[in-house]
């Protein structure tokens, strides 16, 4: 698949994808004779979780070393391992840090439900 189909596979941009490559979180993509890129379904599970890897949070430096550390194989599954449970620690921690806002909102929206029904 091209790379204009493979971004909207993904719901990205093109220039994101390039961007992914340019910095090694997605390796090199085979060419066609015409020097367009060539994806291949597998590279989309991988895109997949490298996205909401960015959209939960994780930098993009810790991306591309979570990237090269796959690359090298099942060795550094340990490595990686830990990586994903700090990652998790700081979501969760900015989950509940959210979730305590929402209440706070709710409180307020509760007031202002009282208060418009007084009128």
């Excluded at 890129?37 to 070393?65: C, S, Y």
Aim: aromatic share 10%.
């Amino acid at each position: 698949m091209t790379i204009k189909e493979f971004a909207f596979k993904l719901g990205v941009s093109d220039s994101t994808l390039r961007y992914y490559e340019r910095i090694g979180v997605l390796k090199p993509i085979c060419r066609r004779k015409n020097g367009y890129r060539e994806f291949m379904e597998v590279d989309i599970a991988w895109m997949e979780f490298v996205i909401r890897l960015k959209a939960t949070g994780m930098p993009v430096a810790q991306i591309v070393e979570f990237a090269e550390l796959r690359e090298k194989g099942d060795t550094t599954a340990p490595e990686r391992l830990e990586m994903l449970q700090e990652h998790e620690k700081r979501l969760l921690a900015e989950l509940e840090k959210q979730n305590t806002y929402l209440a706070k909102i709710r409180e307020k929206i509760e007031y202002y439900k009282k208060l418009t029904m007084k009128r």
